[in-house]
């Protein structure tokens, strides 16, 4: 069993940065891709960005790709996730997932159901 717990959420506004951490606890010994989902209000939740075990690979969605950086620091068991000019529609719960299958095609990886392990999720809001 793994637990995520994130932090770092809040409210900001628009053009500000935020910076979210996911702690992971429990057995780390497998070497879990990391993800971040949002989930706004009446929508469904999306794959945002995706990083490997080793760090060497990512992936980003469109809408946020060269505003958020996802990283990884394993020997602290941590994911990252730097929000750079947020916008309002940036405005949701973040999640943290892992994944064991640290290897996946990107469509595949935009599954929510293949990640074994959720963190409880932080509230971000954007003001505009």
């Known amino acids: 069993q793994v637990q995520l717990e994130e932090s770092g959420g809040g409210l900001v506004q628009a053009g500000d940065s935020l910076r979210l951490s996911c702690a992971a606890s429990g057995r780390t010994d497998v070497n879990y891709a990391m993800a971040w989902f949002r989930q706004g209000l009446g929508k469904e939740r999306e794959l945002i960005a995706r990083i490997t075990w080793s760090g060497g690979a990512s992936y980003y969605i469109g809408s946020v790709q060269g505003r958020f950086t996802i990283s990884r620091d394993n020997a602290k068991n941590t994911v990252y996730l730097q929000m750079n000019s947020l916008k309002s529609e940036d405005t949701a719960v973040y999640y943290c997932?892992?994944?064991?299958?640290?290897?996946?095609?990107?469509?595949?990886?935009?599954?929510?159901?293949?990640?074994?392990?959720w963190g409880q999720g932080t509230q971000v809001t954007v003001s505009s």
């Open positions: 997932a892992a994944d064991p299958v640290t290897l996946r095609p990107n469509l595949e990886a935009t599954n929510p159901s293949i990640y074994h392990y």
